[in-house]
C-alpha cells in the first residue's frame, strides 16, 4: 500500500512537471500584474532585503513578501532576472497542491478517486493558467490546501497523539494564506474540520485543543515575520500593511453586488471536469454531499458575499470541485465508461496546456508582450543617467525589463515637476496617449518636446523628453 502511495505521488509529479514547466518563459502573453511580482523580487533580490517588499523603491504594503521572497532567492541564484523565473515558485507550488489534494482525497475518498482529482485538477484551465502566472494566488492555493490536508488528518481516530501537530501546521499554513488574503483564509480552514467531521465517515469532532494548537501555530508562523519587520523599523511597515483599504474598508453594496458571479465563472475555468458536474448532481441525489463537495460549495458561498469578486479568487476551489467531481464519477455505479471517459478528457487537458503554450499561442500573439515591447522602446530612447518618469504601470515594466532604479511613478503634473527637480540630466516622461491631460497644466512650464509615439495593444504611448537640469523648468536647452 505504501508503494502505490508513493508510486501515486511520484506520478503526480512527473505529469505535473510536464505540464506547467515546458514554456514557463513564453514573453508572449504576460498577465496582470505578473511584471509587478516580478519587479519587486528584482528589487529585493538587488536589495538583500528579504522582510519589507519595494516596488519603484517604496514599501510595498498589499502584498507580504510571500511570493516575492521566493523569487528573489532565484533571481539571486541565477543572477538574473527573467519572467521563467518568476513563475516558477507558482508552478512548483500548484504541483505540490495537486499533490497534497492527492492526499486529502485518499482521506476523504478513495485512491482512485484521489489520483484521477489530482491528475485532473493539474489539466484543469484555470488552474493551470494560474500555475503558469507570477501571481501570489497559486502560493495562496498550497497553503489552504495544506491547512485542510492537516487539519482533516488530525481528525482521523489513529492519529490523535498527533492531533495538536496536525492543527499547529494548519495553523501555520493558514496564518501563510491570511497575509496573502487576509480573513477570507480564516473563513476557509474554520471550515475544513467542520465538514470533513460532518460528511466523512470515521472522523471525531474538532475539540478545543485541536483549535489551541491551531491558534499556537498561527502565532508562531506569524511570528517568524512580525517580529523581525518590528525591529527593522519599529512597525512602520506592519502599521501601514494592517491599515490598507483591502483590510479596512467594507462595501455592502459590493458584497451583494454580482452575488453569484465566482459560481458562473467556476464553470468555464474547471473545464473539461466541468462536464460531468451532472454525474456529481445525480451522485449527491442518491447519496448526499460527500465532504470534497461540500467543502466547494461552502467556499464558493464564503466568495460570493466577499466585496472582490475577481476570477483568480476561485482558485482554492477547484481542487476540492475536482476531488467532489471525481469522487462522484468512480462512485457512479454501473458505468464504468463514465470513469475511462473522465481519464480520457483529463488525459487530453494535460496535453492541451503544453500545446496551447508552446504552438498555438505563438501564433495567437507573435513577438512580444505589448506592454513589454514599448518598454523595450521607451529604455532605447534614454542614456543610463537619465531618469524615466511614468504615469500608470509601465514605470514597472520599464524597471523590471531595464533592470533600473531610477524609474519613478507619478500620478499627476505637479507630481512630474517635483519629480524633475533633482534629476542630473534631462529626463524622459512616459504617458499613455488616453492620459496625456494629465500634463496640460504644466507642459509649456517644462518646456517639453514630444520626441516619440509608441504604439502598443490597443494604446499608444507618448514619450516626451524634458529640459536638462540647471535651466528653468520652460525653458529649452539649446
Keep these: 500500500m505504501e ?4 508510486r501515486d505521488v511520484l506520478l503526480i509529479a512527473v505529469v505535473g512537471a510536464a505540464t506547467l514547466l515546458p514554456f514557463l518563459g513564453q514573453g508572449h502573453a504576460v498577465s496582470s500584474h505578473e511584471i509587478r511580482h516580478a519587479e519587486i523580487a528584482r528589487e529585493m533580490a538587488q536589495s538583500g532585503n528579504f522582510l519589507i517588499p519595494t516596488l519603484l523603491g517604496h514599501p510595498y504594503r498589499d502584498k507580504p513578501p510571500v511570493l516575492s521572497a521566493a523569487i528573489a532567492i532565484l533571481f539571486r541564484s541565477n543572477g538574473e532576472p527573467s519572467i521563467a523565473l518568476a513563475r516558477l515558485p507558482c508552478a512548483v507550488a500548484a504541483v505540490a497542491g495537486a499533490i497534497l489534494l492527492y492526499g486529502l482525497g485518499c482521506t476523504l475518498t478513495e485512491r482512485r478517486a484521489a489520483l484521477l482529482a489530482a491528475l485532473g485538477v493539474l489539466g484543469v484551465q484555470g488552474y493551470q493558467d494560474m500555475a503558469r ?6 502560493i495562496f492555493t498550497l497553503a489552504i490546501l495544506t491547512a485542510a490536508l492537516a487539519s482533516i488528518r488530525a481528525l482521523e481516530p489513529s492519529r490523535t497523539r498527533r492531533a495538536a ?20 483564509a480564516w473563513a476557509f480552514c474554520a471550515l475544513f474540520p467542520y465538514l470533513a467531521w460532518l460528511r466523512a465517515t470515521g472522523l471525531r469532532f474538532p475539540g478545543i485543543r485541536d483549535w489551541l494548537a491551531f491558534a499556537a501555530g498561527i502565532t508562531a508562523a506569524a ?12 512597525g512602520v511597515y506592519l502599521a501601514s500593511f494592517l491599515t490598507q483599504p483591502d483590510l479596512t474598508t467594507w462595501h455592502l453594496v459590493d458584497t451583494f453586488r454580482r452575488i453569484h458571479w465566482p459560481w458562473m465563472y467556476g464553470l468555464v475555468s474547471l473545464l473539461p471536469l466541468t462536464l460531468f458536474l451532472p454525474v456529481v448532481v445525480v451522485d449527491a441525489r442518491k447519496r448526499g454531499l460527500g465532504a470534497p463537495l461540500a467543502i466547494a460549495l461552502a467556499m464558493l458561498v464564503v466568495l460570493s458575499l466577499i466585496p472582490k469578486k475577481r476570477m483568480h479568487y476561485q482558485l482554492p476551489v477547484y481542487p476540492f470541485l475536482a476531488l467532489g467531481v471525481a469522487d462522484a464519477v468512480v462512485r457512479f455505479t454501473g458505468r464504468r465508461s463514465i470513469e475511462r471517459t473522465a481519464w480520457a478528457l483529463v488525459a487530453l487537458s494535460l496535453v492541451a496546456g503544453p500545446l496551447y503554450y508552446g504552438v498555438l499561442l505563438p501564433h495567437l500573439r507573435p513577438g512580444e508582450d505589448p506592454d513589454v515591447a514599448a518598454a523595450r522602446q521607451i529604455l532605447a530612447e534614454t542614456i543610463p543617467t537619465q531618469r524615466i518618469i511614468a504615469v500608470g504601470q509601465i514605470a514597472e515594466t520599464i524597471a523590471f525589463v531595464g533592470r533600473r532604479a531610477d524609474v519613478l511613478e507619478e500620478t499627476t503634473g505637479e507630481d512630474i515637476v517635483d519629480a524633475l527637480n533633482p534629476s542630473a540630466s534631462g529626463a524622459l516622461i512616459v504617458v499613455d496617449r488616453s492620459e496625456q491631460g494629465i500634463l496640460d497644466p ?12 509608441i504604439e502598443g495593444d490597443h ?17 529649452r536647452s539649446p
Design 165 to 184: 501537530l496536525g492543527f499547529a501546521v494548519a495553523g501555520a499554513a493558514c496564518t501563510v494564506a491570511s497575509l496573502l488574503k487576509g480573513p477570507l
Design 3 to 6: 508503494n502505490r502511495f508513493l
Design 133 to 138: 502566472t507570477a501571481r501570489p494566488d497559486m
Design 223 to 234: 511570528a517568524i515575520w512580525v517580529i523581525p519587520v518590528l525591529l527593522l523599523d519599529r
Design 459 to 475: 494604446r499608444t504611448w507618448l514619450v516626451y523628453r524634458a529640459p536638462s537640469a540647471g535651466l528653468p523648468l520652460g525653458r
Design 442 to 453: 504644466v507642459r509649456a512650464r517644462m518646456g517639453l518636446d514630444e520626441v516619440r509615439r
